[in-house]
């Protein structure tokens, strides 16, 4: 893992992302300068602004990181942004962590040059693509992103890939006598109402994913997704999902006790 700093905080990239991407987001027109008149909001590297040191410096001299949709508890979040304030001293502020990468995407947009505007966001890859081809994301080299495979990150380093993980099913074994091994499985009559996903597929990365896993288990491609939609229309006519947004409180009060989502997320609840 690599580690940088905030917008003039311009530090991005102690937080990262994953099959989702962790991107920056360029500062407003107030972003801080260091000696020699270089803006933190258009430095690539630490070294274009004087180096880390000066980097740290700005970002305290802003004061705040201000992050969105990164819950404590997913990809060891709650321990990087711990360590990341006691490391330099900069408050991380985490709104709307439950939030889908849509949100992310229109908080960037409402706010665009706000001081309010996110500094970092955690991105499903499709999302990062989209954002990037819109302009929303500034560039940014970590200090390792040479040693980047290309396959996983933007040649302009508006986005890299941070983590990664598989769609997998979660199944509470102590509410669900017989759990689901296949997604095919999850047709049958047994699981009626106990199906859910995380979010909205056309704004959340794992349920976009979880569809694209339907798709390539009935005969779908990475370029032709509708066996997958089919596959989820087939699951909400028959009464097996529901539209309950899968969430850590959903999960242990078994409200949604089988839950399509990463293996790294789904593996938070296992005994």
């Known amino acids: 893992m690599t580690e940088t ?11 990262v992302a994953a099959t989702l991407v962790l991107s920056a987001c360029g500062a407003g027109p107030d972003a801080s300068t260091n000696a020699d008149g270089e803006s933190a909001a258009t430095a690539i590297t630490a070294k274009d602004f004087g180096g880390m040191d000066a980097l740290i410096k700005a ?10 949709a990164l819950p404590r508890d997913w990809a060891n979040y709650g321990a990087l942004i711990d360590g990341f304030e006691k490391k330099y001293g900069i408050k991380v502020e985490v709104e709307n962590p439950n939030g889908a990468s849509q949100d992310e995407i229109n908080a960037v947009t409402s706010r665009k040059g706000k001081d309010r505007a996110p500094d970092v966001l955690d991105l499903g890859s ?12 500034a560039q940014y080299m970590v200090t ?11 040649t ?21 006598e017989n759990c689901p091994t296949t997604i095919k499985d999850l047709l049958k009559p047994e699981y009626k109402g ?3 996903l995380n979010g909205d597929p056309t704004k959340s990365g794992s349920a976009f994913a979880s569809v694209y896993a339907a798709a390539l288990a009935n ?53």
Not at 144 to 154: A, L, M, N, S, V
């Open 126 to 137: 499709s999302f990062a693509y989209s954002a990037a081809q819109d302009d929303l994301l």
């Open 144 to 154: 390792d992103f040479i040693d980047i495979p290309d396959g996983q990150k933007d």
């Open 219 to 271: 005969g779908g491609s990475f370029d032709y997704i509708q066996p997958g939609i089919d596959f989820f229309a087939k699951l909400k006519k028959d009464g097996n999902y529901t539209p309950v947004q899968a969430t850590s409180a959903t999960i242990t009060k078994g409200k949604t006790p089988i839950v399509l989502d990463w293996d790294y997320l789904n593996a938070r609840y296992t005994d």
């Open 156 to 176: 302009m380093s508006r986005w890299y890939h941070g983590y990664g993980g598989y769609v997998s099913i979660g199944c509470d074994a102590k509410r669900v």
């Open 5 to 15: 700093l905030p917008r003039a905080a311009a530090l991005t990239g102690g937080l």
């Open 59 to 68: 970002a305290k001299a802003e004061g705040t990181l201000h992050a969105i």
């Open 194 to 196: 106990l199906i859910a």
